[in-house]
């Protein structure tokens, strides 16, 4: 943790104070999914959602930020989000009428009020196929839903496809290339750290019980590796833009990664 962090690789979640205190009313009358469940989801699948930025601070991001359930942003915030010039706008979650055509999108397949993935500013290359995963029944009134009874106990959401969340992950991905896992993406979690010195440091943690070895993608061929790390105790050599390496059961690998200029 030495060194001076200039910035990180991935998207930066867009904050509002005005959304998060409108939160609570959505979620008893629709009882979708809140925005603190999306990002859990979105990174457990993969998605590289490594900063935060307040929308009153939105001048100081860079490069891809993504909008949980817009439609619960004022619209003076959704206007300074929609001029965000510096990378795709990625606005995942219930949609706001306000919000211009995208150049990228799609919609779960649990209707009514299904949660929407649109894209702005980029079109990944993604081919989202979108399936069931069983039937859905929905209160007819949501408000008499019973609530548990304590936090051992989850929350009634409406239901969100497997594979939606995955394709809202794998565009997340697409837009920031950020460095990722090609095996074992499922257990392996990589937050990157730009250094004032030109290196980047990867955090590569791995949540399963066992030992894993993940093959890393990093875009770009690199140039060198330095473990940081006590584990493991010798080198990783580079392949290209990809390295492999073992992590400890629920454990971390710290490397430097230097591109090639």
Sequence with gaps: FSGDTVGVEGATLVWSEAANAAQLEDYINTRRWTTHRLVYAL???GAPINAVVDI?????????????NPHLFPEEELSRVCAYRKGAVLCIGGMAESLPEADFGFED?????ALGCRVYGAKPEIVPSLVSDGEETIPDDLATVPEPVSFL??????????????????????CAKAPHALTRADVTRIFSARRADGTLRLFIGNDS??????????????????VRSSFPGKPVYP??????????PRGMVVLDLTWKA
């Design 153 to 174: 106990q989850e929350l009634y959401y409406r239901k969100v496809s497997e594979s939606f969340v995955q394709a809202c992950a794998d565009t997340i991905l697409a």
């Design 209 to 226: 019980y066992y030992y894993t070895v993940p093959q890393i993608e990093t875009g770009r061929e690199i140039e060198s590796l330095r």
């Design 43 to 45: 990174t457990s699948h």
């Design 109 to 113: 397949v649990y209707a009514p009020q």
């Design 239 to 248: 392949e290209g833009s990809q390295f492999r390496v073992k992590i400890p």
């Design 56 to 68: 009153a601070d939105l001048d100081q991001a860079q490069g891809p930020i993504l909008v949980c």
